[in-house]
């Protein structure tokens, strides 16, 4: 499976388009991580553009990467993708550890490029000039977007064995490169 299958099986299956914006923030961040940590940038960069593919349709904690993992097989998608999705939530952590750098990444941007965007979402200059300061400002602001898991996040840079605002320097570098592709810039 290459880039351009995965795109298409996201777009298949997800009809919000905040929730394809998502899996592309996570793909920016994942192909960040790939050229810092060594791993296969295309694996991890669909790994990324695909691990909540399955959500809209299978929100469910039974079926979702359930689902996505039956479907992306019948594809032939690469085995250590498919595993590398299943390890990003918290119950499929005894089959599927997060105890390589593609399952340790995944988790560890997740959470954090949701959150960068959110922040990205509410500034007038958008995604242009944001610092990963004013992010951990608004991670200990417990109101602004109450979803997103803040021991998550931190959980990611202990993963990753970085302090945390280094991690959330690399993921805002990571999605200012795609940040037209998922509207995060301001407005003339
Ligand atoms: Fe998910
Ligand atoms: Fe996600």
Redesign the pocket.
């Known amino acids: 499976m290459d880039r351009e299958q995965a795109w298409v099986i996201l777009n298949e299956y997800t009809r919000n388009p905040a929730l394809v914006r998502?899996?592309q923030c996570?793909e920016a961040s994942m192909r960040h991580y790939a050229l810092l940590l060594g791993g296969d940038e295309e694996q991890w960069a669909i790994a990324g553009l695909l691990?909540?593919f399955d959500?809209e349709r299978w929100p469910d904690p039974a079926d979702h990467t359930k689902q996505g993992a039956r479907i992306l097989r019948e594809q032939g998608c690469d085995e250590e993708i498919i595993t590398a999705i299943c390890s990003?939530v918290p119950w499929n952590e005894d089959k599927f550890p997060r105890d390589t750098s593609i399952r340790k990444a995944l988790f560890a941007v997740?959470?954090l490029?949701?959150f960068i965007y959110a922040c990205a979402l509410v500034r007038p200059q958008q995604m242009e000039g944001l610092t990963a300061k004013s992010v951990t400002k608004k991670i200990k602001q417990k109101s602004f977007a109450a979803a997103v898991s803040r021991a998550d996040i931190v959980r990611g840079a202990e993963l990753l064995e970085l302090p945390l605002a280094e991690h959330i320097t690399n993921c805002i570098a990571a999605i200012n490169k795609i940040a037209a592709d998922v509207d995060l810039v301001s407005s003339p």
Request: net charge negative; charged share 25%; no cysteine.
């Open positions: 998502h899996g996570v691990h909540d959500y990003h997740d959470e490029s949701g």
